[in-house]
């Protein structure tokens, strides 16, 4: 495991993990599962384990300066049943966990987004609930705490809206919830006289995730076996490489709803040319460098070694539409890929 755990071996680099690992494996142990989603400076993670000795807690958190400080309180406090990753909520959520394997998600005071043109980016909604009760053991509970009522309001709707769950209480909504831990803006808050809603679920019944939940959360479709895709292409004349990179299309180069294939930028390079790519599918957005590079009597389209991107449906896609386009440009012959059938197909009738 010393190839997966960095900064005394609590934070686990994102890109050694492989989808859905073995938690067993990472902590030495089989226990339940805990989970925390943003986990600001480690405050309630530590509590949590402290309290669950027995279970292995994991903390994910964007924010590399509360990342930071939460992993200097796990070394202070000497516990060894705690990872922290950084890694966004969704995303964590459905690559890192198997169905049905997790026993709790914490959620504490997540960004409200308050503007009504922001709200799309509220880390719980209808789609999310659903991913959840997927990874929720029967039994399974979701708890979350914030000062902001309509976001309360929201997310009970949400889970409503699955027949996964039922209220952890009487009803799904409190203002208090003894024992629970305070952190440090509950703190400064509740002196100030704020109010908190507390929210729980419980999972009672497996469901099937429906198709739309996964376009919104595509890595739940991988399986860990996918191959990075790649292409070759056999030239009939020398490849004039600064001319490729000048005429490179910039921008947008493909999108359906939510599926988009973004160009920021390319550089030249030897013999090479580099695209700065952005895909997005549904609420996952994936930044990576493509190498278009000399390779035996033609080019290779493939990512490049320095980017580690998920070989999702919409990285397949994007690497065809970028041969494509090369193929097209250099008038070359396609020798081989490895791209998935579908994402080739949609490629080939957009160019």
């Known amino acids: 495991m010393g190839e997966l755990l960095t900064l005394e071996g609590i934070i686990l680099r994102p890109q050694a993990l492989p989808v859905r690992p073995s938690w067993e494996h990472i902590f030495g142990r089989p226990a339940p599962l805990l989970l925390e989603v943003g986990i600001g400076n480690g405050e309630f993670i530590v509590w949590l384990a402290e309290q669950n000795p027995s279970a292995n807690c994991i903390g994910v958190e964007i924010n590399r300066d509360y990342l930071l400080k939460a992993r200097n309180r796990v070394k202070s406090a000497g516990l060894t049943n705690v990872r922290l990753v950084p890694m966004e909520g969704s995303k964590a959520l459905s690559r890192l966990f198997a169905p049905e394997t997790l026993t709790a998600l914490y959620l504490n005071f997540p960004d409200p987004w308050h503007k009504k043109r922001h709200k799309e980016r509220r880390l719980v909604n209808e789609a999310f609930v659903w991913l959840l009760a997927s990874r929720l053991v029967n039994g399974g509970q979701f708890l979350m705490v914030t000062d902001y009522e309509p976001y309360a309001h929201e997310v009970i709707t949400a889970f409503e809206s699955c027949p996964a769950y039922v209220p952890l209480w009487e009803k799904p909504l409190r203002t208090e919830l003894t024992g629970y831990y305070q952190t440090k803006y509950a703190r400064k808050w509740s002196a100030l006289g704020r109010s908190f809603f507390y929210i729980g679920f419980r999972k009672i019944l497996n469901v099937e995730l ?56 390319c550089y030249l390079g030897d013999e090479a040319v580099i695209v700065d790519l952005v895909v997005t599918e549904g609420r996952l957005m994936q930044r990576f460098f493509v190498s278009i590079h000399a390779y035996r009597e033609g080019v290779m389209v493939k990512v490049h ?23 097209r440009f250099l008038d070359a012959e396609l020798q081989h890929h490895s791209c998935e059938a579908h994402a080739w197909s949609e490629a080939f009738l957009a160019i």
Request: hydrophobic share 40%.
């Open 305 to 327: 070694e320095a980017s580690h991107p998920d070989p999702t449906r919409g990285v397949h896609r994007a690497i065809a539409l970028i041969s494509l386009i090369v193929k």
């Open 210 to 265: 429906p198709e739309w939940v996964l376009q919104t959360y595509p890595l739940v479709s991988l399986k860990g076996d996918e191959t990075m895709p790649q292409v070759a292409l056999k030239t009939r004349q020398p490849v004039d490489w600064s001319k490729l990179w000048q005429s490179f299309p910039k921008g947008l180069l493909w999108q359906r709803g939510d599926n988009v294939v973004n160009v920021k930028d």
